[in-house]
């Protein structure tokens, strides 16, 4: 049903009070006037309940009023179900990608390490082994495992600068 056009015409006389009101309900401008577009929006879509002869000033601002507690409550169910379901942890996880590529660049570096360069970077290097250790374990003299184990880092130094310099994104990505 379409309200008749006195009906308009009463309803613009209030709207500089319900601004006012939308204000003194909403802090902020914005949605204050949202609010009173809501509210007009809602009094001319149900203007055949509007009994004439009776208060329309009142009938506007207690519109106004539900429409604004309802948004109110509405924004608190929201607020409380992003704290019950939302994240619980910190919210970001810290990239691996670059972590992972290092990994296997790393990997594939060693691959061109002799076998006892190799197993003398693994004992030492991530095996956190001493060398007396791994001159144990390999049955070598303390000074040859010292000796493959600087040749071993230096060849993957080399190596690895040799690929940084075919692969000229590869600088980026590892100082990121």
């Known amino acids: 049903m379409r309200p008749d ?6 309803i613009s006389q209030h709207v500089p009070d ?13 949605q204050a006037d949202d609010l009173e577009q809501d509210c007009i929006e809602r009094a001319l879509s149900k203007s055949h309940l509007y009994e004439e002869g009776t208060n329309l000033r009142a009938w506007l601002f ?9 948004q109110m409550r509405r924004e608190a169910f929201r607020q409380r179900s992003a704290l019950h379901y939302g994240a619980r942890g910190s919210g970001t996880v810290e990239p691996s990608q670059d972590l992972v590529v290092e990994l296997k660049e790393s990997i594939a570096l060693t691959n061109m390490l002799t076998t006892f360069e ?6 030492m290097c991530l095996d956190d082994l001493g060398y007396p250790e791994t001159a144990r374990r390999t049955g070598e003299p303390i000074g040859t495992v010292k000796s493959r184990l600087s040749r071993a880092r ?14 000229p994104g ?4 590892s100082t990121a």
């Open 62 to 70: 207690t519109i106004m009023r539900n429409i604004a507690i309802t």
């Open 118 to 123: 190799r197993r003398v970077v693994v004992h």
């Open 5 to 10: 056009r006195t009906f308009f015409e009463q």
């Open 154 to 167: 230096k060849r993957l130094r080399d190596a690895a600068k040799n690929s940084k310099t075919e692969h």
């Open 18 to 30: 319900l601004r006012r009101y939308a204000r003194v309900l909403r802090r902020q401008r914005d």
């Open 170 to 173: 590869a600088e980026m990505r």
